[in-house]
Every structure is written in C-alpha cells, then in structure tokens.
C-alpha cells in the first residue's frame, strides 16, 4: 500500500507513545510503523516532492505537530515527545478515529489554525467535514492530502514543469548557431572550464568537423570537452548515425571526453553506440536539458523566493 498520509499516522503514533514510559523520539517508531502498514522497501525508501526528506518521516512528524497543537502530545525534551493525559484520555476510547476534524473539537488546535489562516503562514489541509468542526472547516479536502511541506514542494514541481516546456519550445526556435552557444553556456554555468567564458569555443559553420564547440577544462587546454548540438525538433530523434559521426570527430581530434546534446530525443541505437564509445560520450536530451537550465538558471530567472523556518535546536539548547 502506499505510504499513508499524515492524518491516518495519527493514532498509531498515539497509540506508541500511550506505550511509553518517558519522553522519546518520533524517529523510532519508522520502522514498527513501516511494518504496521506493510510497506515495501521501496514505500519505505520513498521520499517527498523536493527529494530532501523521506516521506513516511515527514509525514509522522506532521502527525506529531498536529497533534501536539490539540494539546495531545507534549515535548518536554528537546526532540523528544510523550503523551498527555489529554492524549491518554482520547485513547481510551477504542473506537476513535483521529483526524483534523477530531482535532478541531479542541481550543487549542482552533485557535492555532485560526492564527495560521490569519497570518498566511500555512494553512493545514482539512479532514472531510463534521458537525461538531462546519465552523472550522470552510474547505475540506481528501483525507489522503499531503503535508503543507509536500503541498509547497508539489506546487513547486508543477510551475517548474510548466516552465521547462516553455524553455524548450523556446530553445527549438533558435537558430542552430545561437543553440551551440547556448550548450557552451550552460556547460560554463555548470562549472565546466572552470566556469570562464575565455574557456570555450564555439567552432560551428560547414567545415567544424563534427564537432560544435570545444570547452578547455584548464588554461592550457590539455583536458578538453568537445560539443555537440543538435536542435532537433520533437519526434525528429538523433539516431545512432550522429553519434558515430560525433565519436569519428572526437577520434580525430583524439579527445577523451564529448557531450551530445539534444532538443529531442535519442533512439535506443543511439544510447548503444554511445555506450559503445571507446571515449566517454554524454547524452543530453531535451527533457534533461531544460532540467539542467533551470538547475543552474540558464535563460531563466527567479521570480520568488519562499523561505520555510524551521526551529534551530541548537539555539535551545542551552
């Protein structure tokens, strides 16, 4: 099954530290968790939007504030959490659910979400509606909704998807010439030929040998990185023909290294004669391309920046 969403690790995670004797961390119930849900390695390993943290570890400590915020759970330690009678007393009642709207019966969560809404700084996703919560909860949503943390990371992924189709709609009405610079751009930018534009050449024009560019890893020229650029329009791939004539190029030039780039796709002939190379040939299609611009801010800029704080438990522990 897949990994549950924060409010379904609610009351296992209460249920663990109604267990407990003293004050513990939310890390070391990962795995009985893990195995409580049947997750397979692969669940286990799964990390959010972003890639920074594991999912079922974010996700747990969502549970954990959440709960927290109802006055279920407490933190007496640093890092450390236990339940509170309040938590206990919710337990004893066997048939419980809990889940934002359960959470909503409680002063203190209300009150946090009614601040949370007024300031802008998050507003936590809602549980399908109650009576007892309709004031509360104006715009509910699917119980299986992720932690703001996957929301912002999500959101994220969506805009840079978006913008990297327009990047390469954009990169494919260049003109051959102006894409070889591009390609030497982004290499520099990369920190290829110690990121100095004197470091690379654009050879291009009928008589560049195969060859579109060279960058010069060091002043001297003796590690070089020869380039080539193919603006290809969609579903016209590069095919095993261009990279022999790529490989024949770094042979006379008797280079080690070459990058292949592309606005389109490689067949999967082209992939084997690349691998077959007795240099070492890089393929870089379209989709990899943009990914690589926006990485390293090529041909786009940064229109916002969102900061998400979290507290410094080295200031605290003093």
Known sequence: MPVPDYQTLMLPLLRRLGEQQGPVAIREFLESVADEFALTPDERAERIPSGQENLLANRLAWARTYLGKAGLLAS????????T????????DESVVITNAT???YPEFQNWLTRSRETAVATPPSAP???SVASV??????LDAGT???RIDEAVQEIEADLRTELLDRVRQMTPAEFEGLILRLLLAMGYGQGLDEMALALGGSGDGGVDGVIHQDPLGLDR???QAKRYKEGNNVGSVDIRGFVGALNINRATKGVFVAASQFTLEAKRAADGATMQVVLIDGDQLTRLMVRHKVGVLVRSTVEIKSIDEGFFST
């Open 85 to 92: 009678e309040r938590g206990r007393h919710l337990l004893a």
């Open 103 to 105: 959470l909503a019966r």
């Open 137 to 142: 909860s104006r715009a509910p949503v699917e």
């Open 129 to 131: 509606s109650e009576t």
């Open 148 to 150: 703001p943390r996957e």
């Open 76 to 83: 007496p330690k640093r890092g450390l959490v236990s339940i």
């Open 225 to 227: 990185v020869y380039v």
